[in-house]
């Protein structure tokens, strides 16, 4: 009969401590939001950069964090068991202020240990692209190219780009293995053009450009198809024919170094303006109007009407 009381009287105790120890921790939270609140008004007030209202408001949370943690760690666990236990107190805590520091080495060491690409590789991820110029522990940097530049070329702004951003966004990449990138041209001629004639033209066009090619880069498009196991014939430029409203167009599909995008196109082009000005019937389409009258202008051998 004497024992009933005493458990009676060390349930209440210790929910008179687990109560005493929650509004503690409660009051622990209020106080740093408190405090919180007001240092960054005082940053609002004074800093004058956005960013380093940006930096301060986030080092202002991750001490808050901090602090806050051991504070009511220090309410709960009146001493550490050993010194293994604090440090890991310490290394979780860490673990969560220092997050972004963290996932860009583990980035970095996934950068140098699996060479997803390495300077002087061009690529894009996310919304930049740009060839690697400098590869850190904390960051990547690219030259950047495209953006306003409607070409992929360098516009002169160098981007600093997360290690972290490895994880987080897909990736492309210019320059490995095929070191070729293929594009379009669409040329479009009259409906009344020799257009068995324009697309022989072309095709010399394409065959001249594919010959221009080195060795060297005719080698990493044959590794390459060997390497995946890809069709060889769908890695092949050519010619082909649509009807537009505005006349007869071709589609020419060609290869090129990674890096000469803007000029083979170029190049491409002039080729096929210079070629069409010997030939008096190959002329160029544009969007106009005209009136068609079949019975001047009609074939001249007409079926009979019922």
Do not use: C
Not at 180 to 207: G, H, M, P, Q, R
Not at 219 to 240: P, V
């Amino acid at each position: 009969m004497d024992q009933i009381p005493k458990f009676e009287d060390a349930v209440s105790a210790l929910e008179g401590e687990l109560i005493s120890k929650l509004i503690l921790s409660v009051s622990i939270i209020v106080i740093l939001w408190i405090l919180r609140s007001i240092s960054l008004k005082l940053i609002s007030k004074y800093a004058k950069s956005p960013r380093i209202k940006f930096n301060a408001k986030k080092i202002t949370l991750n001490i808050t964090f901090i602090f806050g943690l051991f504070w009511i760690l220090s309410v709960w666990v009146n001493e550490f068991q050993s010194l293994f236990t604090f440090l890991g107190l310490i290394s979780a805590g860490v673990a969560v202020a220092l997050k972004d520091p963290i996932v860009n080495i583990f980035g970095w060491v996934f950068i140098i240990w699996r060479h997803p690409f390495k300077v002087g590789d061009r690529i894009q991820i996310g919304d930049h692209a740009g060839d690697i110029i400098d590869i850190r522990m904390f960051q990547f940097s690219v030259m950047e190219i495209g953006n306003w530049i409607n070409a992929d070329q360098y516009t002169g702004r160098i981007v600093n780009i997360p290690n972290s951003q490895i994880f987080n966004s897909h990736h492309s990449i210019y320059s490995t293995d095929f070191h070729l990138l293929w594009d379009e041209l669409d040329i479009t001629i009259t409906f009344e053009s020799n257009f068995k004639k324009a697309k022989s033209i072309l095709e010399e066009i394409l065959f001249d450009n594919n010959n221009i090619l080195t060795t060297e880069m005719k080698s990493y498009l044959d590794e390459a198809i060997q390497k995946y196991e890809l069709e060889e014939s769908k890695f092949k430029s050519g010619i082909y024919t649509e009807l537009r409203d505005s006349g007869v167009n071709f589609v020419m599909r060609f290869y090129f170094p990674y890096e000469q995008r803007r000029k083979a196109k170029h190049d491409v082009i002039e080729k096929v303006i210079e070629a069409f000005q010997n030939h008096d019937d190959i002329d160029f389409a544009y969007p106009t109007t005209r009136f068609y009258n079949n019975i001047t202008e009609g074939k001249k051998s007409k079926p009979n009407a019922d």
